[in-house]
């Protein structure tokens, strides 16, 4: 049974590129979350997918999108980086939506500059 | 909306004692699940443990366990026999989409 995997792990960008990063499920997954951790704080939810629809989003523009393939892996695209962007990006994945138990990536350090 | 929130940001036990960890959520919801997780230095969530709010018993997990107060929205972590490994960054989190700011738990030899 493999974990979840992030890639890659870090990244520097330039504010206005644009970043995707990816998320690989554990094996039997179907939804995928993902959270922005700035230092120091906890994790802010920016969306759900579950079985490749959007299930849920939190407080986060409309510049913060995602997909989720037919393998249940994900991407969050983030356009427009803005230097409040830096954080490290979790992703998780469950089995279910809101009740389950959600294993978590090492994330994505990203830095814009 | 829903908040929550862990009104220490730091707190320090020594190795084999009883720690407690607070935890208050904000919610109109009567169904919902919350859990508590650690972050260790090396960045990876891994769940602690997970209550129900439709059970009454409190949840335990072998040296965790938690303090269920529904009336009182409290959802508090205690560590029992706290070991050096336990340091870490703990979050309690309402259902998936909402986590308090954290506590930093360091444990002393």
């Known amino acids: 049974e493999t974990g979840v995997t992030q890639s890659p792990t870090h990244l520097i960008k330039t504010r206005g590129q644009q970043v995707t990063l990816r998320c690989s499920s554990q094996?039997?997954?179907?939804?995928v979350s993902w959270y922005q951790q700035a230092l120091g704080q906890g994790p802010q939810f920016i969306f759900q997918y579950y079985r490749e629809e959007e299930n849920g989003r939190g407080n986060f523009p409309p510049r913060f999108s995602g997909l989720q393939f037919p393998n249940y892996s994900s991407e969050l695209n983030v356009n427009a980086l803005e230097l409040d962007d830096s954080a490290l990006y979790l992703c998780a994945s469950s089995l279910g939506q809101w009740n389950t138990e959600a294993f978590f990536g090492q994330g994505t350090r990203l830095t814009v500059v | 909306a829903q908040t929550v929130t862990q009104s220490q940001p730091e707190m320090s036990v020594q190795e084999a004692e009883t720690v407690t960890l607070s935890c208050t959520y904000d919610?109109?919801?009567?169904?919902?699940?919350l859990f508590w997780y650690k972050q260790p230095p090396s960045r990876q969530m891994i769940l602690v443990i997970r209550q129900e709010a439709y059970k009454q018993q409190n949840a335990t997990e072998n040296r965790f366990s938690v303090n269920f107060q529904k009336a009182a929205k409290s959802f508090s972590l205690k560590i029992s026999d706290s070991q050096l490994g336990d340091t870490a960054m703990y979050f309690c989190a309402f259902i998936a989409t909402r986590f308090g700011a954290g506590t930093r738990l360091t444990v002393k030899p």
């Open positions: 094996s039997g997954h179907n939804t």
């Open positions: 919610t109109s919801e009567s169904n919902y699940y």
